[in-house]
């Protein structure tokens, strides 16, 4: 299934906890967050505003420090 990812809330470099929201996904006008596994440093983010996503994409590296 695919999805349209609508916002990035962090950016590559930023430190993120567990738990916290990493962006915002929209399918059928419904929004969803993805939200970080593990603590650590955005290593990389793959994905541009509006891409197209699917549910095994990866969509962030997040380096455990």
Sequence with gaps: KRVE???DVVNEGDE?????TLFKLSAMKMET???AP??????RVTV??????EADD???LIIQE
Excluded at 16 to 20: N, P
Excluded at 38 to 43: C, E, Q, R
């Design 16 to 20: 993120v906890k567990e738990g916290q």
């Design 48 to 53: 541009e505003q509006n891409d197209s996503v």
């Design 5 to 7: 990812k609508v916002s």
């Design 33 to 35: 967050e993805i939200k």
């Design 58 to 60: 990866l969509l962030a």
């Design 38 to 43: 593990i603590a650590g440093k955005v290593a």
